[in-house]
């Protein structure tokens, strides 16, 4: 059966609350999903799962340090992620504040793995972005990247 990783980082909880969101989303399609704090997966758990979402909170415009650390880690593991299904939201305390240059430097590392990422046409075209706490249209469309990306996962396994 084809499974789901979601990792993020969160200190206010924020992104946290969204990892749970797509976490459910991923769920309600019926694929295995695991939603880790980033401080507890390795690089080498990724080879483990058909599908990784990533999610952190905006930090100077980009990523937070812990999840670089990872992405920079997984690097031993170059070749090895190709075809498995990406994705990334982000969330940050300011409109303006970065969240979709978090997103996309999430996704290019993922697509330097050679994963395969799938945009949405409607919506956050690169993946969900909350300002603060996630509210009911954040959560929807992290429901809806969790949905995409098991969709997908299922299709591809």
Excluded: W
Excluded at 16 to 34: I, L, N, P, R, T
Excluded at 81 to 110: C, M, Q, R, W, Y
């Amino acid at each position: 059966m084809p499974k789901v990783l979601i990792i993020y980082y969160s200190r206010t909880g924020n992104t946290k609350a969204m990892a749970k969101a797509v976490e459910e989303g991923v769920k309600s399609e019926s694929v295995d999903v695991q939603c880790k704090e980033v401080k507890n997966v390795s690089a080498k758990e990724l080879l483990q799962y058909n599908g990784i979402v990533i999610g952190s909170p905006t930090y100077y415009g980009t990523m937070a340090g812990e999840i670089k650390i990872l992405l920079d880690k997984s690097v031993k593991h170059h070749g090895k992620l190709a075809g498995k299904v990406g994705g990334a939201f982000s969330s940050s305390g300011i409109l303006g504040g970065g969240n979709e240059t978090t997103v996309l430097d999430i996704l290019k590392a993922l697509l330097v793995h050679g994963m395969i990422i799938q945009g949405s046409p409607m919506g956050p075209h690169y993946g969900p972005v909350a300002i603060g706490r996630p509210d009911t249209d954040n959560r929807n469309q992290c429901l809806n990247l969790g949905k995409s990306v098991a969709r997908l996962v299922k299709r591809l396994a």
